[in-house]
């Protein structure tokens, strides 16, 4: 709860004024010549800059992470969680330091209450190659993401650790981790491209047919599924990671193709026919293999929609789009590999996504993990 004199600002913009006028002092008074890094990345809407006054109910306020090496975090991790602990302010412009946990175990999150004792804070402190195991599965001593690795990496985690903000880094390891996964290499993305094409082509026909056989909703519900798909394709054209479903719609507004392709998606999402809804998808479809097309990363291809064999449902047959990009993918690793994609092109369960260690296990079978050329 903040005080009266809290007014909202974004997230980001709160915890670089606990790092720089709190935290940061803090550290180089009681642990000169310590290096780390603190920044604010992980979870959380204020990290991908979707933070709004709601945000403020659980796990939002003045946040951070610290980087030290694994040798300094074991020798002075405690030694530093109770200093902050204990010399904290008790709130920042109003919102307080510490948070307190619900103890409802279906409601397990913290939220920002005053406090007169020790501040229950929440700034975490980590070595970077620890956190990236745990967010994202590397392994520990890895320059470079393996082909399996990049595959298995959520697009929501990788946006978590490139997105936000690093306010000090004394040691440079984060922001070279940062730089590292900012993008897939080259031929990752020609390869995730193809197979986001693939997943269009394999519904785009039963939006029509479900509508045939009066299936209405069925027919919708294909629609919507096409749309997000058409979302996610223009977030990875432009080079930008996909959220999660509660932010994806938000990430896909800030494109530049979105004030344009947006009045297709919709339309296609409130039609309430198969004809309209057919309609809205085509333009849609169209608008998209157009970028493709502009992108120059495959020889283009006719973007405009044509009958779903002798059937009479108009779609683009998006399986040309990903065959053309596939043809253009020559790293070996790749290559011998079938359009199913990343974990997030053939899973969508959170309980899956938010665990490495599963989908570790789920990659297990796909053989030698290998390096992919840049």
Same mark, same amino acid.
């Given at each position: 709860?903040?005080?009266?004199?809290?007014? =909202?600002?974004p997230?980001?913009?709160?915890?670089?004024?606990?790092?720089? +006028?709190?935290v940061?002092?803090?550290?180089? +008074?009681?642990?000169?010549?310590?290096?780390?890094?603190?920044?604010?990345?992980?979870?959380?809407?204020?990290?991908?800059?979707?933070d709004?006054p709601r945000?403020?109910?659980h796990? !939002?306020?003045?946040?951070?992470?610290? =980087? $030290?090496?694994?040798?300094?975090?074991?020798?002075?991790?405690?030694?530093?969680?109770?200093?902050?602990?204990e010399?904290?302010?008790?709130?920042?412009?109003? !919102?307080?330091?510490?948070?307190? +946990?619900?103890?409802?175990?279906?409601?397990? %999150?913290?939220?920002?209450? /005053?406090?007169?004792?020790p501040?229950?804070?929440r700034?975490?402190?980590?070595?970077?190659?620890?956190?990236?195991?745990?967010?994202?599965?590397?392994?520990?001593?890895?320059? +470079?993401?393996?082909?399996?690795? !990049?595959?298995?990496?959520?697009?929501?985690r990788?946006?978590?650790?490139?997105?936000?903000?690093? =306010?000090?880094?004394?040691?440079?390891?984060?922001?070279?981790?940062?730089?590292?996964?900012?993008?897939?290499?080259?031929?990752?993305?020609?390869?995730?491209l193809?197979?986001?094409?693939?997943?269009?082509?394999?519904?785009?026909? =039963?939006?029509?047919?479900?509508?045939?056989?009066g299936?209405?909703?069925g027919?919708?519900?294909?629609?919507?599924?096409?749309?997000?798909? $058409?979302?996610?394709?223009c977030l990875?054209?432009?080079?930008?990671?996909? /959220?999660?479903g509660k932010?994806?719609?938000?990430a896909f507004?800030?494109?530049?193709?979105?004030?344009?392709?947006?009045?297709?998606?919709?339309?296609?999402?409130?039609?309430?026919?198969? /004809?309209?809804?057919?309609?809205?998808l085509?333009?849609?479809?169209?608008?998209?293999?157009?970028?493709?097309?502009?992108?120059?990363?495959?020889?283009?291809?006719?973007?405009? /929609?044509?009958?779903?064999?002798?059937?009479?449902?108009?779609?683009?047959?998006?399986?040309?789009?990903?065959?053309?990009?596939?043809?253009? %993918?020559?790293?070996?690793?790749?290559?011998?590999?079938?359009? %199913?994609?990343? %974990?997030?092109?053939?899973?969508?369960?959170?309980? $899956?996504?938010?665990?490495?260690?599963?989908?570790?296990?789920?990659?297990?079978?796909?053989?030698?993990?290998?390096?992919?050329?840049?």
């Amino acid at each position: 709860m903040a005080t009266s004199e809290a007014r =909202f600002m974004p997230g980001l913009k709160l915890s670089a004024i606990l790092y720089e +006028e709190a935290v940061g002092p803090l550290l180089r +008074e009681a642990f000169p010549g310590l290096r780390y890094a603190a920044a604010r990345i992980g979870s959380g809407s204020e990290v991908l800059g979707f933070d709004t006054p709601r945000s403020a109910d659980h796990e !939002w306020g003045p946040r951070l992470e610290l =980087f $030290l090496t694994a040798e300094d975090r074991a020798r002075h991790g405690d030694d530093i969680r109770r200093l902050l602990s204990e010399r904290l302010p008790k709130q920042l412009r109003g !919102w307080p330091t510490h948070f307190q +946990e619900s103890d409802d175990p279906l409601d397990p %999150v913290g939220r920002m209450r /005053p406090t007169d004792g020790p501040v229950n804070h929440r700034v975490d402190v980590h070595d970077v190659e620890g956190w990236l195991a745990e967010r994202l599965g590397l392994r520990s001593g890895d320059t +470079e993401p393996s082909v399996r690795a !990049w595959l298995a990496m959520p697009q929501q985690r990788l946006a978590e650790t490139t997105g936000g903000a690093v =306010f000090h880094d004394g040691p440079g390891t984060l922001t070279a981790a940062r730089r590292r996964l900012a993008w897939y290499p080259e031929q990752v993305w020609r390869y995730l491209l193809a197979c986001q094409w693939q997943r269009i082509s394999q519904e785009e026909a =039963f939006v029509g047919r479900c509508a045939e056989v009066g299936d209405d909703i069925g027919s919708a519900v294909t629609a919507a599924r096409l749309v997000r798909d $058409l979302m996610r394709l223009c977030l990875l054209l432009e080079r930008r990671y996909a /959220p999660y479903g509660k932010w994806l719609g938000s990430a896909f507004a800030r494109l530049p193709v979105a004030a344009s392709l947006a009045p297709s998606l919709r339309g296609a999402l409130a039609a309430t026919d198969h /004809p309209d809804r057919e309609g809205h998808l085509c333009d849609a479809y169209e608008a998209v293999a157009s970028l493709q097309n502009a992108s120059g990363l495959a020889t283009p291809v006719d973007p405009r /929609p044509r009958p779903y064999h002798a059937r009479p449902f108009l779609v683009l047959h998006a399986e040309r789009f990903a065959q053309a990009l596939a043809r253009t %993918v020559t790293d070996p690793c790749l290559r011998g590999l079938p359009l %199913v994609g990343g %974990v997030d092109q053939w899973a969508d369960s959170t309980d $899956l996504l938010s665990r490495p260690d599963l989908i570790g296990a789920l990659w297990h079978a796909a053989g030698p993990d290998t390096q992919v050329s840049r």
